[in-house]
């Protein structure tokens, strides 16, 4: 019997969908509403339960939207399936991976308000490793363990080393040397700043010997850049150069 004679004999409610194959790929594509919602957990139980080999998947996810449903998913299944004690220690290696920096920064919030929910009336010991500081921004730093690659070892670095990571605004959680030891801009950017210091260094305070075309491209270069700390300093030191006030 075929996957599609064996579904559509499942219910009557699929008689009014039109399952549909390709002829280059062995799978097939079914609507999912209310309506076919206990179809499918007929569907799941038989696959859970019996010897019969097929596979489920998701179509047009994002990796984000992905990442999220297997990590619920499978708490899910798994507080469904086992019996635990009163208490539940549960690892979760980096679950924040391919989330938009907004869903990391509710990812803490999303795991304390829903993992209750799947272990009723058990206290749960939470353990997850991050590289988030939207993460971290939610933990005491006395629930925090800092870890730093040394010689190819990871190494425990003392939390007193760092401040308060709790509410911590998340541009002081970048600044802070153990996340970004290199600053805060992207390092081709950081490139090019620094060329562009050295051009406005190089350049001969005689404004006649420096060509109108010159100046501009090397204004616009300044103008584009995004801090205004970086930008201001820069347009100084240019206008100086050209002896152009400001």
Request: glycine share 4%; hydrophobic share 40%; with cysteine.
């Amino acid at each position: 019997t075929s996957i599609k004679e064996f579904i559509s004999t499942l219910d009557e409610e699929f008689d009014s969908f039109n399952i549909s194959n390709t002829s280059y790929s062995n799978y097939y594509l079914l609507p999912l509403n209310d309506k076919v919602s206990e179809t499918l957990k007929k569907i799941f139980k038989i696959w859970l339960n019996t010897d019969f080999i097929f596979t489920f998947s998701w179509q047009n996810l994002s990796a984000g939207e992905a990442a999220l449903l297997n990590l619920f998913s499978k708490v899910k299944s798994i507080s469904a399936e086992r019996s635990f004690g009163s208490t539940i220690w549960l690892l979760i290696d980096e679950g924040e991976l391919y989330l938009h920096p907004e869903w990391q920064r509710t990812f803490f919030y999303n795991l304390h308000k829903y993992l209750p929910l799947f272990f009723k009336h058990k206290k749960i010991q939470l353990f997850f490793t991050s590289h988030s500081p939207f993460v971290i921004s939610d933990l005491p730093k006395e629930n925090i363990i800092f870890l730093e690659k040394i010689d190819g070892l990871c190494k425990v670095v003392p939390s007193s080393h760092f401040k308060e990571t709790f509410g911590a605004n998340i541009h002081e959680l970048f600044a802070n040397s153990f996340i970004l030891k290199n600053g805060l801009i992207g390092e081709f950017a950081k490139m090019k700043i620094s060329e562009l210091i050295s051009e406005i260094n190089n350049l001969n305070p005689d404004i006649k010997s420096i060509a109108s075309g010159d100046k501009s491209i090397i204004r616009k270069r300044i103008e584009i850049i995004g801090e205004p700390v970086i930008k201001n300093k820069l347009l100084n030191d240019y206008f100086k150069k050209t002896q152009v006030e400001e």
